[in-house]
């Protein structure tokens, strides 16, 4: 076998990767929910990564650019719908920036690793498992940075109805997209070093994707069932909706009518946003609250908006009647931007004509994200909470059996924001082993079992109530049971692994195979394309 025959295959020319990596952002934002065509994920970081395999950093970085730029612009299009193009471009440029550094790291790794040794398995095992480590490095800092972080987009959360979904009970979704990537990374490198020509190259990533797909939801343990009314009001909830004072509570009222007469409920749960009227502080609202409760003989899960020392806060409360409101849940992230204008000062001298449509600012809750509710407990998410992993492993931990997520999607009526929060629902409840309800104010409403399957559900954009026994569960999934420990070791894992690397190749003396493979510049690469 001639040496041309063993090098790996040479990277992309500069032009062929900058059309991969705007190719890979599209198709990979088709594999969210939306299109839902959840294969297209895998095809989209694998476009991703072939088009950094030999890229100087400077190259890399506006391919990472261009990249995040091709999915986040669709991915968060909903942003646009009623504050404009300004909101939706500035969320989507800077996440962008975010994968551009990113893909930095990565194309070090393709550049350093086959310099620091030459072993084809340190190529098809250490590589891809770098790489997938250094994917979610940037889905880790763009999961906390700045202001909480925006987690929106995780590769795992294009994966809520595949065959890879019940892994994310064990390792959660940032386990799922370091798999992910490492599978697309392993068979990418295979390909690269001709793996075809013996076979034994492939057990790795073979072995990885078989496991991935093979191995069942943790089980958690059946311990009875809850008798959960819900009820999708379809009022005028939305930011910009005409409504007058009262008028929200009154839909939610007259959506709920139907199922009073329903035997045998244990909790009425209504959305984000259910009542426009703090019961804690209008005596008419609670009295409309006390008889829902008396009349069901079962308590209000209801949301509103509450005041105390001067500060607002979205809250949850738990009420019965002739108690009032007997727990509390103020929502642990509100929105920045959304809810409230972060650093003030400084946006509204840049943009105060739309900074200055959030008059009021709402406040991070402290408080327990679970209601006892006498006959079982209920961890607790309002709307953008669903997306922050502590936040549920939280309420796992302190006993909670199933899940009642309350969300107001008014405000993205006729997009895709509604389904991809519903597909982070769905793997919630895989990743908890718990049920979950998810009522919105518009849809998508649905009841998800343990499993991820959809239990009942409500019409988009109408009224309606389901009343649904919803099974109950206890235990802790391995998911719940490590929670942080799995992106932390991830991240330190990736970064220390990349340093390593880097200070091996340095060390190396570098032979002819390795500056026609990783090493070289994107100049260089095109001159080998041309001579071959």
Same mark, same amino acid.
């Given at each position: 076998?001639?040496?041309?025959?063993? +090098?790996?295959?040479?990277?992309?020319?500069?032009?062929?990767?900058?059309?991969?990596?705007? =190719?890979?952002?599209?198709?990979?934002?088709?594999?969210?929910?939306?299109?839902? &065509?959840?294969?297209?994920?895998?095809? %989209?970081?694998?476009?991703?990564?072939?088009?950094?395999?030999?890229?100087?950093?400077?190259?890399?970085?506006?391919?990472?650019?261009?990249?995040?730029?091709?999915?986040?612009?669709?991915?968060?299009? /909903?942003?646009?719908?009623?504050?404009?193009?300004?909101?939706?471009?500035?969320?989507?440029?800077?996440?962008?920036?975010? &994968?551009?550094?990113?893909?930095?790291?990565?194309?070090? =790794?393709?550049?350093?690793?086959?310099?620091?040794?030459? *072993?084809?398995?340190?190529?098809?095992? /250490?590589?891809?498992?770098?790489?997938? %480590?250094? /994917?979610? &490095?940037?889905?880790?800092?763009?999961? *906390?940075?700045?202001?909480?972080?925006? !987690?929106?987009?995780?590769?795992?959360?294009?994966?809520?109805?595949?065959?890879?979904?019940?892994?994310?009970? /064990?390792?959660?979704?940032?386990?799922?997209?370091?798999?992910?990537?490492?599978?697309?990374?392993?068979?990418?490198?295979?390909?690269?070093?001709?793996?075809?020509?013996?076979?034994?190259?492939?057990?790795?990533?073979?072995?990885?994707?078989?496991?991935?797909?093979?191995?069942? =939801?943790?089980?958690?343990?059946?311990?009875?069932?809850?008798?959960?009314?819900?009820?999708?009001?379809?009022?005028?909830?939305?930011?910009?909706?005409?409504?007058?004072?009262?008028?929200?509570?009154?839909?939610?009222?007259?959506?709920?009518?139907?199922?009073?007469? @329903?035997?045998?409920?244990?909790?009425?749960?209504?959305?984000?946003?259910? *009542?426009?009227?703090?019961?804690?502080?209008?005596?008419?609202?609670?009295?409309?609250? #006390?008889?829902?409760?008396?009349?069901?003989?079962?308590?209000?899960?209801?949301?509103?908006?509450?005041?105390?020392?001067?500060?607002?806060?979205?809250?949850?409360?738990?009420?019965?009647?002739?108690?009032?409101?007997?727990?509390?849940?103020?929502?642990?992230?509100?929105? !920045?931007?959304? @809810?409230?204008?972060?650093?003030?000062?400084?946006?509204?001298?840049?943009?105060?004509?739309?900074?200055?449509?959030?008059?009021?600012?709402?406040?991070?809750?402290?408080?327990?994200?679970?209601?006892?509710? %006498?006959?079982?407990?209920?961890?607790?998410?309002?709307?953008?909470?669903?997306?922050?992993?502590?936040?549920?492993?939280?309420?796992?931990? @302190?006993?909670?059996?199933?899940?009642?997520?309350?969300?107001?999607? =008014?405000?993205?009526?006729?997009?895709?924001?509604?389904?991809?929060?519903?597909?982070?629902?769905?793997?919630?409840?895989?990743?908890?082993?718990?049920?979950?309800?998810?009522?919105?104010?518009?849809?998508?409403?649905?009841?998800?079992?343990?499993?991820? +399957?959809?239990? #009942?559900?409500?019409?988009?954009?109408?009224?309606?109530?389901?009343?649904?026994?919803?099974?109950? +569960?206890?235990?802790?999934?391995?998911?719940?049971?490590?929670?942080?420990?799995?992106?932390?070791?991830?991240?330190?894992?990736?970064?220390?692994?990349?340093?390593?690397?880097?200070? &091996?190749?340095?060390?190396?003396? +570098?032979?002819?195979?390795?500056?026609?493979? #990783?090493?070289?510049?994107?100049?260089?690469? *095109?001159?080998?394309?041309?001579?071959?």
């Amino acid at each position: 076998m001639s040496e041309r025959d063993q +090098r790996p295959l040479l990277p992309l020319p500069l032009w062929a990767a900058v059309l991969a990596s705007i =190719a890979g952002g599209l198709v990979y934002d088709l594999g969210f929910p939306g299109a839902s &065509v959840w294969p297209l994920a895998f095809v %989209g970081i694998g476009l991703a990564l072939v088009s950094l395999i030999g890229r100087s950093s400077w190259a890399a970085f506006h391919l990472g650019l261009a990249f995040g730029l091709a999915f986040y612009l669709p991915q968060v299009s /909903w942003t646009s719908l009623y504050l404009g193009p300004i909101p939706w471009l500035a969320l989507s440029i800077f996440q962008s920036l975010f &994968v551009a550094g990113g893909a930095v790291l990565i194309t070090l =790794a393709y550049r350093w690793v086959p310099r620091a040794s030459a *072993s084809r398995w340190v190529r098809l095992v /250490w590589l891809p498992l770098l790489v997938a %480590g250094l /994917w979610i &490095v940037r889905e880790a800092a763009t999961g *906390s940075i700045p202001y909480g972080g925006f !987690p929106w987009g995780r590769a795992a959360l294009s994966q809520a109805e595949s065959p890879f979904a019940e892994t994310v009970s /064990w390792i959660g979704s940032t386990g799922l997209g370091f798999v992910m990537v490492a599978l697309v990374a392993g068979l990418i490198e295979w390909i690269r070093l001709r793996g075809w020509r013996d076979l034994r190259s492939a057990i790795p990533v073979a072995a990885l994707a078989l496991t991935a797909v093979a191995v069942p =939801a943790w089980p958690t343990v059946a311990v009875g069932e809850l008798r959960v009314a819900s009820v999708q009001g379809n009022g005028p909830a939305g930011y910009f909706d005409e409504r007058e004072p009262g008028d929200l509570l009154a839909t939610q009222l007259a959506a709920t009518e139907p199922i009073l007469d @329903e035997p045998g409920v244990d909790v009425l749960l209504w959305p984000e946003g259910g *009542s426009d009227i703090d019961p804690t502080r209008s005596d008419s609202a609670a009295r409309v609250l #006390d008889s829902l409760s008396s009349e069901l003989d079962a308590p209000v899960v209801l949301n509103t908006v509450t005041a105390r020392d001067e500060r607002f806060y979205n809250t949850s409360l738990l009420w019965r009647a002739g108690e009032g409101a007997v727990d509390s849940y103020d929502k642990r992230n509100p929105v !920045p931007f959304g @809810e409230y204008i972060p650093d003030r000062w400084f946006f509204d001298a840049i943009a105060g004509d739309l900074t200055g449509l959030i008059q009021r600012g709402y406040s991070p809750g402290t408080n327990s994200p679970v209601f006892d509710l %006498g006959n079982a407990v209920a961890g607790l998410a309002i709307c953008f909470d669903v997306i922050y992993d502590g936040l549920i492993w939280e309420g796992a931990r @302190e006993g909670a059996q199933v899940y009642l997520f309350q969300t107001n999607n =008014a405000d993205f009526r006729g997009t895709d924001e509604n389904e991809q929060q519903l597909s982070i629902a769905r793997l919630r409840a895989i990743e908890t082993g718990r049920s979950v309800v998810n009522i919105s104010t518009v849809g998508t409403s649905q009841v998800i079992g343990p499993t991820g +399957r959809t239990v #009942d559900s409500l019409p988009a954009y109408e009224p309606g109530a389901m009343v649904t026994d919803v099974e109950l +569960r206890q235990g802790l999934t391995p998911a719940v049971v490590l929670g942080g420990a799995v992106p932390v070791t991830i991240v330190v894992g990736a970064i220390g692994g990349l340093i390593t690397a880097g200070v &091996v190749a340095r060390r190396s003396p +570098r032979r002819r195979g390795d500056a026609t493979d #990783d090493d070289v510049s994107d100049e260089d690469a *095109s001159d080998e394309v041309r001579a071959d």
